[in-house]
């Protein structure tokens, strides 16, 4: 273990940006291949099920990016142990860009294409337009954005960093997939801890600190905005399902699907 703490804190690629542009077309080409695949697979797996099916993708990217969430965090938490007592170096986990950052946001953006995609083409009911259309294109922009500072209309801090960071709250995510694509796996107070805990503890935190290092606009205005928004969706599942998950009669209700 020794051993893999000290590869993953010292690998380059999660402290420096040194992509040619051929790096960054294989990368593309090789997620776009990725996301072909696993969404052929599911198509023909999931068969009729649609409901299935439109949580498939969610559950390969969300436990992904949980995955690359808790392991960068872990690097990069490691490189500035003191983010938390305001050392102005750390400034740098909020605002700075690397390879790994960059191949990920590449990864996620195509996920949330190919999650549209598929879903216009096979589950269109399934489609919120909150959760998925107006979800989706933000998150692209976030990707997009975060990694080139180019911000479309103005010109952005460069913050891909604290993107994959806050990874951390694709973890309520994977368990709502999971519990969609295989439903004996399904846990609603699982859920609704971790959601509480992530997207609305950890996020608060995160805020504070931006706020603290004085992160871009754009950091400050995102972070505001999902935090709202989390909280609206906060609200809506524990009036919906709260009060039924410690009664023994209590049914299972299907959820609306959340990113």
């Not at 020794?2 to 960054?24: A, Q």
């Not at 439903?183 to 859920?191: E, N, S, V």
Request: hydrophobic letters at 50%.
């Amino acid at each position: 273990m020794d051993g893999l703490k000290e590869y993953l804190i010292n690998n380059r690629h999660f402290h420096e940006y040194s992509l040619t542009k051929e790096n960054v077309q294989h990368i593309w080409i090789a997620s776009i291949l990725f996301w072909i695949g696993v969404s052929v697979i599911a198509v023909k797996a999931c068969g009729e099920n649609r409901r299935r099916l439109a949580w498939s993708i969610s559950l390969v990217n969300s436990s992904t990016m949980m995955v690359v969430g808790i392991v960068y965090s872990f690097v990069k938490f490691n490189e500035y142990p003191k983010f938390f007592d305001y050392d102005p170096a750390s400034r740098s986990l909020i605002h700075s860009v690397d390879n790994v950052t960059v191949a990920v946001c590449i990864w996620f953006s195509l996920a949330n294409i190919f999650d549209i995609v598929v879903g216009v083409l096979f589950y269109p009911k399934h489609l919120d337009p909150l959760t998925a259309y107006v979800h989706h294109t933000v998150a692209l922009w976030i990707t997009y954005a975060s990694t080139t500072g180019d911000g479309l209309f103005t010109p952005v801090e460069q913050f891909a960093s604290l993107f994959l960071v806050l990874m951390l709250v694709e973890i309520p995510t994977f368990l709502l997939a999971l519990g969609a694509v295989f439903p004996a796996l399904r846990t609603d107070i699982g859920f609704g801890v971790t959601f509480f805990l992530f997207r609305l503890v950890y996020l608060i935190v995160m805020v504070y600190y931006a706020h603290l290092y004085t992160a871009g606009t754009s950091v400050m205005v995102l972070g505001y905005g999902f935090l709202l928004l989390h909280t609206f969706w906060f609200y809506n599942w524990i009036t919906k399902y709260g009060k039924n998950l410690f009664s023994s009669k209590a049914g299972r209700k299907e959820g609306k699907k959340v990113e």
